[in-house]
């Protein structure tokens, strides 16, 4: 078994992502987009930012006149950092530079665990060379394909206004140009090591992600699912989000639990199930959230921002730590902050995220504009809008307890389905849908993608709302707000920047591996000074990004199913040196639903008819002389070693009354002679001393 750590990830948004060869098969788990990269372009000009495709065209050529001029290098160079420098250009987007070093035939079977770690699939399947089999939850499948057909939707407004680039690699993308880039975007587009540039794609179409769909398949809770009749798959619940799972994988050699970014518990998505993941023979625990968290610079606040509560968690028993994962504090505040704005004359910003999270706003929001006596509208702009509201009413499976007795006492799942009942909710395709500016009131509260700001409603709305200082922008961590913020400055607009849990947090998972109980354990090589894996429970190996881990095989005794049928014709026989009883048979060996299983062959015939018999055993060169020499022989004995002197050859020559040869070593004992009474009388001699069936 090998394991192969392709990317760490960086949080929810861009989970990791990992390579399993078991069993001859090779496990892809999840295959994510980092849409963080995105902040390295300049969003798509508005009317109130004036930029026609003439003006666009004509700066693109001069840049490229400029290429020439050694002070205009200079100066670029030296400029400061600004809205300036971003790059103005149809994006490309990131996908993992070491999984495109994989030949993507050799991948057998895909794993998805979340919707975010769908999103560089169609990357993939449109390659003509995959053919892997793709599993993800019925939530996980559905939430991905509308995030993509909504990213689709967003990136056509890049080429309205920069034309389609087609397959010619854009001028951005070329090493003079690369070199001119302030050291911030550089990194982005070249990663630390230099390396990532590979890693750019043109985006994917829709035909591309509608035949992405129709090559997953989609697993319902806890569904098992064979592969080839070798591999065991199971999806149970993550808690991080509605419709992620970490998976279950069972095969020959043993079981290996994948443990994703989890969450206890959820106050929308069903809570981690734990119980379906104890005893296993290995764990990939793939949960980098609090190495991520730990690197966090404390600075990161931008311009007029206000910061979010944490929660303290203490030290809490085992059943006491569900507790403790409650968000609801967080979301108060947010809300708090919201009612605060709009009674101001400010409108609220939410940029798409999380679907859990959306929906709890959703509702909390409700709930304190109806104890203020409010009236101000609540907007989702979006493509998919519709879609998504109408889906998430109706996958009770993957909700938690709470959710579900809503459903069986008859009540709605989600509270959005009285608001847009009663018109205080409203949904609009596009910022420039007739709709939308028919039904249009400030201030207001908007949800709307993209949590990059770098596409879709959300640069419209910025652009409107960031010189007015009572207005607000929900933001959650994930991606540089400097950063990302940067082309709508100078910002009067308040941001709030919110950190919502994404992962087990250290002192927790080392409760919840001891709970698991695994026999060994794959951690990651970054958090090794973090955490102190117990080794008088499990043996533990460490993992890095870009390296391959041998996995030990755990599997002590390898189990055989016999067919009734077959084990009723055997006939055991008791060893003469060891306590042991063998049996003969003769079946055909089949791999079926994880296990081997030995069945009666098609051929086979019961017959009557004694089967010729078989001897085994360890021959003593001593006690073989001594009845030979019983049986009136005329022996020598000569030793000869192997040329590496390892292995021992004895030969026993029988001289009266006809030559002959009698050679042993460990594996067999061989009789050469011309004379067949003599060959059958030393046969029976040695027969004698072996045990038969």
């Not at 698991?516 to 973090?530: A, D, N």
């Not at 005794?557 to 084990?567: G, K, P």
């Amino acid at each position: 078994m090998e394991f192969t750590c392709l990317s760490e990830g960086r949080g929810f948004y861009f989970p990791p992502c990992h390579i399993l060869d078991i069993c001859g098969f090779r496990v892809l788990l999840d295959c994510p987009m980092d849409l963080s990269s995105l902040t390295m372009f300049m969003p798509v000009p508005t009317d109130s930012f004036t930029m026609c495709n003439g003006e666009i065209t004509s700066r693109s050529c001069q840049r490229s006149m400029d290429l020439d001029s050694n002070e205009n290098k200079r100066r670029k160079i030296n400029k400061p950092f600004d809205e300036s420098s971003l790059i103005r250009a149809e994006p490309r987007y990131k996908i993992i530079k070491n999984l495109l070093l994989w030949d993507v035939s050799s991948i057998d079977v895909v794993l998805i665990s979340s919707p975010m770690g769908i999103l560089g699939l169609p990357f993939l399947t449109c390659n003509k060379d995959f053919s892997a089999k793709v599993y993800a939850t019925e939530a996980a499948a559905r939430f991905g394909q509308l995030m993509m057909e909504d990213l689709v939707t967003m990136h056509k407004e890049f080429r309205q206004v920069y034309g389609s680039e087609g397959s010619v690699s854009p001028q951005w993308m070329k090493w003079e140009e690369l070199e001119l880039l302030p050291s911030e975007l550089k990194e982005i587009a070249l990663g630390k090591d230099g390396s990532e540039l590979a890693g750019w794609m043109s985006l994917y179409s829709a035909a591309d992600v509608k035949d992405c769909m129709q090559k997953i398949q989609s697993l319902k809770y806890a569904e098992e699912v064979f592969y080839n009749g070798t591999l065991i798959i199971k999806a149970f619940a993550s808690g991080l989000e509605i419709g992620t799972c970490n998976w279950s994988i069972i095969c020959p050699k043993g079981s290996i639990a994948y443990l994703s970014s989890s969450v206890l518990t959820s106050a929308t998505a069903m809570c981690l199930d734990y119980t379906s993941l104890q005893r296993n023979d290995v764990i990939i625990y793939a949960d980098f959230t609090p190495c991520h968290a730990s690197n966090k610079s404390s600075d990161d606040n931008n311009g007029p921002s206000t910061a979010d509560p944490n929660l303290s968690v203490g030290n809490v028993d085992w059943e006491a730590i569900a507790d403790d994962y409650q968000e609801m504090e967080k979301l108060d505040f947010i809300c708090s902050c919201s009612m605060d704005s709009i009674k101001a004359g400010g409108s609220v910003l939410i940029p798409v995220g999380r679907i859990g999270m959306v929906l709890q706003l959703l509702e909390r929001i409700a709930l304190c504009l109806e104890s203020q006596n409010l009236k101000f509208p609540i907007f989702i702009v979006s493509s998919v809008a519709e879609e998504l509201m109408a889906y998430t009413n109706v996958i009770p499976e993957w909700l938690n307890k709470q959710r579900q007795d809503r459903l069986y006492s008859g009540q709605q799942l989600f509270n959005h389905v009285k608001l847009l009942n009663d018109k205080r909710l409203q949904l609009f395709p596009a910022i420039h849908s007739l709709k939308l500016l028919t039904n249009w009131k400030e201030p207001c509260i908007v949800f709307c993608p993209h949590w990059s700001l770098r596409l879709g409603p959300v640069v419209h709305l910025l652009r409107r709302w960031c010189r007015d200082e009572n207005s607000i922008l929900v933001m959650e961590e994930g991606v540089d707000s400097n950063l990302a913020l940067l082309p709508f400055r100078p910002m009067k607009m308040k941001v709030l920047q919110c950190s919502f849990l994404s992962g087990i947090e250290l002192q927790f998972s080392q409760h919840l591996l001891k709970t698991l109980q695994p026999r060994h354990v794959l951690f990651p090589e970054k958090l090794r000074q973090h955490v102190d894996l117990p080794k008088n429970l499990f043996s533990s190996s460490y993992y890095s990004e870009d390296e391959t881990l041998n996995v030990p095989n755990l599997e002590e005794n390898s189990e055989l199913d016999i067919a009734v049928d077959l084990a009723l014709q055997l006939h055991y026989t008791t060893l003469k040196q060891e306590n042991i009883r063998v049996a003969r048979l003769k079946g055909e060996l089949a791999l079926e639903q994880g296990k081997y299983r030995l069945l009666l062959g098609n051929d086979q015939v019961v017959s009557s008819q004694v089967r010729s018999a078989v001897h085994l055993g360890r021959i003593e060169l001593d006690v073989l002389l001594t009845e030979l020499r019983k049986n009136g022989l005329n022996i020598t004995v000569e030793e000869i070693m192997s040329a590496d002197g390892l292995h021992k050859t004895s030969l026993v020559h029988v001289l009266e009354p006809q030559k002959a040869t009698i050679e042993i070593t460990k594996a067999q004992t061989l009789i050469c002679t011309a004379n067949n009474d003599l060959a059958c009388q030393i046969s029976e001699v040695v027969s004698s001393l072996l045990d038969c069936i």
